[in-house]
C-alpha cells in the first residue's frame, strides 16, 4: 500500500502514520522539507484531489490548524485526553518540532506522557498559540502512529483570559499557578510585619475568617503516619500571609475554568516559581484550604527546597531534599493522593529516583528548555556554521535575558565560537554553563533580537535531517524516563 500512496502523492509518506478510520485512509508524508496530509476516500483532509486509488478520491492538504482539527475529529488519538493520577512525564517542544522524538522516548517505559505542553510565558517568547503548539503535537502524533494517548499541559496560567485560550484550543489539563499571590516575604517577616500582612488580606474570599482559621489550625497537630505536622499560631499566620491570597486566587480560576470547560479538564496547581520554599505545613495547609473551597487536582507543584536551575541537575543537600520530599508526600498522600510534580524537572538526574521511590506513581516530572537544547546538540553536529553564530549571539544575550530565570553561569566561562573546533561543539552542551546561557537566551534567538536571523534557519536545519533531531531526543529525554519507570 505504501507504495500506492508514494506514487499517488508524490509523499515521501510516513509509514508508521498511515491509518485508517471511518472507511477513509489517512496519512503524513514529506516534501523537501514540507510536510503534508493526505487521505484516501471521501470526507478525508481538506486539500487538492491528486488522484484516484481503487476509485477513491486521494486528497492532498497541509498540514495546518484546518486539517489538524479534521484528523483530530477523525482520529481521537491524536487529541490529548486527562490522565488522572498515572505516573507522567511533561515534555514541552518550544520548537513545535520535538514530538517525534518525545513520543520515541517514553514509548515502552508505562509512563503517560504530556506532548502538548507550553506556559504562556514561552508562547510569548516563541510567538506561538495554544493552537500551534497543540497542532504540533497533533502531528507529531499522526507521524509516529503513536495510539498509547497522551496528556496536554497549559502550563502556568495566571489570568482568566490565559485559562480562556487554551480552553479553546482543547487542552485537558491547566495548571494553575498564583505565584504572584504568593507573599515571599512571610517567611521571614516580624511579628508586626507579619500581623499587618495578615490583616490586608481578605478573608472573605478565602470564605472564611481569623476565627475560624486559627480553631481549626492553632495548636492541632496532624498525624499523617509517617509524619506529623503541627501548627501553632505563628506556623498558621505565615502560612495566611504566605498562601491565603494564593489559595483564592487558585479557587477563583478554578471556578472559571470549570465554568469555560467544554469538556474533561484536569487541573494541576503550581507554586514552584517562588522565592522561599513551601514547608511541608503550607503545603498542609494550603492543601486543606483548596479542598474546603472545592479545588480538584491531579498534581500540585511545591516549591522544594535547594535549587532547580534551567537545565541542569539538582543544586543541593540530597538527603535533605530527600527528607522534605518524603514529607510533602506524606501530605500528598493523606489529603489526594495526587501527583507531586516537579517542574524545572529536566536534567535533574540526581532526583528521580528518590522522587520515584517515595512518591510511588504519584509523581510528575516537567521539562522543557531540555528539548531546545537538544536541538541545538543536533545542530551543532549538523551545521556547526549556525551554531557557532547561536553560540556568539547568546553569549551577549545572557546578562540580559537570565533576568526573569533561575540559574547561576557564569557566560565568561563559556568559550567564545571561534576558540572551538567543529568537533568541540556539541559537546559544550554538557556543560553546565553553556547549558544555561543556551537555555535561557532561547527567546531571543527565536523570536526577539534573533528571529529573523537565526528563526528560519534552525527550523529548516532540523527539518533537514530530523532523524538526528530525534535520535538526540530520545537519547537525553530517555535518560529522564530511565529512572522514573521502576
Ligand atoms: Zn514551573
Given at each position: 500500500m505504501?507504495e500506492?500512496?508514494k506514487?499517488?502523492?508524490?509523499?515521501d509518506v510516513?509509514?508508521?502514520?498511515i491509518?485508517e478510520?471511518?472507511g477513509v485512509?489517512?496519512f503524513l508524508?514529506?516534501?523537501g522539507?514540507?510536510?503534508?496530509?493526505?487521505?484516501v476516500g471521501d470526507?478525508?483532509?481538506?486539500?487538492?484531489?491528486?488522484?484516484e486509488?481503487?476509485?477513491?478520491?486521494v486528497?492532498?492538504?497541509p498540514t495546518d490548524?484546518a486539517?489538524?482539527?479534521?484528523?483530530?475529529?477523525?482520529?481521537?488519538?491524536?487529541?490529548p485526553r486527562c490522565?488522572?493520577?498515572?505516573?507522567?512525564v511533561?515534555?514541552?517542544?518550544?520548537?513545535?518540532l520535538?514530538?517525534p522524538?518525545?513520543?520515541?522516548?517514553v514509548?515502552?517505559?508505562?509512563l503517560a506522557v504530556?506532548?502538548a505542553?507550553?506556559?504562556?510565558?514561552?508562547?510569548?517568547?516563541?510567538?506561538?498559540?495554544?493552537?500551534?503548539?497543540?497542532d504540533?503535537?497533533?502531528w507529531g502524533?499522526l507521524?509516529?502512529g503513536?495510539?498509547?494517548?497522551?496528556?496536554?499541559?497549559a502550563?502556568?496560567?495566571?489570568?482568566?483570559?490565559d485559562?480562556?485560550?487554551?480552553?479553546?484550543?482543547?487542552f485537558?489539563m491547566f495548571?494553575?499557578?498564583?505565584?504572584?499571590?504568593?507573599?515571599?516575604?512571610?517567611?521571614t517577616?516580624?511579628?508586626?510585619a507579619?500581623?499587618?500582612?495578615?490583616?490586608a488580606i481578605?478573608?472573605s474570599?478565602m470564605?472564611t475568617d481569623?476565627?475560624?482559621?486559627?480553631?481549626?489550625?492553632v495548636?492541632k497537630?496532624?498525624?499523617l503516619?509517617?509524619?506529623k505536622?503541627?501548627?501553632?499560631?505563628?506556623?498558621?499566620?505565615?502560612?495566611?500571609?504566605k498562601?491565603?491570597?494564593?489559595?483564592?486566587?487558585?479557587?477563583?480560576?478554578?471556578?472559571h475554568?470549570a465554568?469555560?470547560?467544554?469538556?474533561p479538564?484536569e487541573?494541576?496547581i503550581?507554586v514552584d516559581e517562588?522565592?522561599?520554599?513551601?514547608?511541608?505545613?503550607?503545603?498542609?495547609?494550603?492543601?486543606t484550604?483548596?479542598?474546603?473551597?472545592?479545588?480538584?487536582w491531579?498534581?500540585?507543584?511545591?516549591?522544594?527546597?535547594?535549587?532547580f536551575?534551567?537545565?541542569?541537575d539538582?543544586?543541593?543537600?540530597?538527603?535533605?531534599?530527600?527528607?522534605?520530599?518524603?514529607e510533602h508526600?506524606?501530605?500528598?498522600?493523606?489529603l489526594g493522593?495526587?501527583?507531586?510534580?516537579?517542574?524545572?524537572?529536566s536534567?535533574?538526574?540526581s532526583?528521580?529516583?528518590?522522587?520515584a521511590d517515595?512518591?510511588?506513581?504519584y509523581?510528575h516530572?516537567?521539562t522543557?528548555?531540555t528539548?531546545y537544547l537538544e536541538?541545538?546538540r543536533?545542530i551543532a553536529a549538523m551545521?556547526?556554521e549556525l551554531?557557532r553564530?547561536?553560540?556568539?549571539?547568546?553569549?551577549?544575550?545572557?546578562e540580559?535575558?537570565?533576568a526573569?530565570?533561575h540559574?547561576s553561569?557564569?557566560?565568561?566561562?563559556?568559550p567564545?565560537?571561534?576558540?572551538l573546533k567543529?568537533e568541540q561543539?556539541?559537546?559544550?552542551?554538557?556543560?553546565f554553563?553553556?547549558?544555561q546561557v543556551?537555555h535561557v537566551?532561547?527567546?531571543?534567538?527565536?523570536?526577539a533580537d534573533?528571529?529573523?536571523?537565526?528563526g528560519?534557519?534552525?527550523?529548516?536545519?532540523?527539518?533537514a535531517?530530523?532523524?538526528?533531531?530525534?535520535?538526540?531526543l530520545?537519547?537525553?529525554?530517555?535518560?529522564?524516563v530511565?529512572p522514573l519507570?521502576?
Amino acid at each position: 500500500m505504501i507504495e500506492e500512496l508514494k506514487k499517488e502523492t508524490g509523499l515521501d509518506v510516513y509509514e508508521a502514520s498511515i491509518v485508517e478510520a471511518g472507511g477513509v485512509t489517512y496519512f503524513l508524508g514529506r516534501q523537501g522539507v514540507e510536510k503534508f496530509v493526505a487521505s484516501v476516500g471521501d470526507g478525508g483532509i481538506i486539500g487538492e484531489k491528486v488522484g484516484e486509488l481503487n476509485g477513491k478520491p486521494v486528497i492532498v492538504g497541509p498540514t495546518d490548524h484546518a486539517n489538524a482539527l479534521v484528523i483530530r475529529k477523525a482520529l481521537p488519538w491524536t487529541r490529548p485526553r486527562c490522565l488522572g493520577l498515572l505516573k507522567s512525564v511533561g515534555m514541552g517542544d518550544r520548537l513545535g518540532l520535538a514530538t517525534p522524538g518525545h513520543i520515541r522516548a517514553v514509548s515502552g517505559s508505562g509512563l503517560a506522557v504530556f506532548l502538548a505542553q507550553q506556559s504562556i510565558r514561552e508562547m510569548v517568547r516563541t510567538k506561538r498559540s495554544p493552537d500551534d503548539v497543540m497542532d504540533s503535537a497533533t502531528w507529531g502524533v499522526l507521524q509516529e502512529g503513536f495510539k498509547d494517548g497522551f496528556g496536554s499541559d497549559a502550563d502556568h496560567l495566571q489570568t482568566f483570559e490565559d485559562i480562556d485560550r487554551t480552553v479553546k484550543a482543547g487542552f485537558t489539563m491547566f495548571t494553575i499557578d498564583p505565584g504572584a499571590h504568593v507573599d515571599d516575604e512571610a517567611d521571614t517577616a516580624s511579628s508586626d510585619a507579619l500581623a499587618e500582612k495578615v490583616a490586608a488580606i481578605d478573608f472573605s474570599e478565602m470564605e472564611t475568617d481569623a476565627a475560624d482559621l486559627a480553631g481549626r489550625y492553632v495548636g492541632k497537630t496532624f498525624d499523617l503516619g509517617d509524619t506529623k505536622i503541627a501548627f501553632d499560631e505563628e506556623i498558621l499566620l505565615r502560612a495566611v500571609a504566605k498562601y491565603g491570597k494564593a489559595v483564592a486566587h487558585v479557587a477563583k480560576m478554578y471556578r472559571h475554568l470549570a465554568d469555560v470547560a467544554s469538556g474533561p479538564f484536569e487541573v494541576e496547581i503550581s507554586v514552584d516559581e517562588t522565592e522561599s520554599p513551601t514547608s511541608p505545613a503550607e503545603h498542609f495547609f494550603f492543601a486543606t484550604e483548596l479542598k474546603r473551597l472545592g479545588v480538584e487536582w491531579v498534581a500540585l507543584a511545591p516549591r522544594f527546597i535547594g535549587r532547580f536551575e534551567k537545565g541542569v541537575d539538582y543544586i543541593g543537600d540530597l538527603d535533605a531534599f530527600a527528607a522534605s520530599f518524603a514529607e510533602h508526600v506524606a501530605v500528598m498522600k493523606a489529603l489526594g493522593p495526587y501527583r507531586i510534580s516537579i517542574h524545572s524537572g529536566s536534567d535533574k538526574f540526581s532526583i528521580y529516583s528518590i522522587a520515584a521511590d517515595l512518591a510511588g506513581q504519584y509523581v510528575h516530572v516537567k521539562t522543557a528548555g531540555t528539548s531546545y537544547l537538544e536541538a541545538l546538540r543536533a545542530i551543532a553536529a549538523m551545521q556547526p556554521e549556525l551554531f557557532r553564530e547561536i553560540l556568539d549571539f547568546a553569549r551577549e544575550r545572557y546578562e540580559t535575558d537570565k533576568a526573569t530565570y533561575h540559574v547561576s553561569a557564569d557566560v565568561t566561562k563559556v568559550p567564545s565560537a571561534d576558540m572551538l573546533k567543529d568537533e568541540q561543539l556539541p559537546g559544550l552542551l554538557d556543560d553546565f554553563d553553556a547549558r544555561q546561557v543556551l537555555h535561557v537566551t532561547f527567546g531571543s534567538v527565536l523570536t526577539a533580537d534573533g528571529g529573523e536571523r537565526f528563526g528560519a534557519r534552525i527550523h529548516a536545519a532540523l527539518k533537514a535531517d530530523e532523524e538526528t533531531h530525534y535520535a538526540v531526543l530520545e537519547k537525553h529525554l530517555g535518560r529522564h524516563v530511565a529512572p522514573l519507570r521502576q
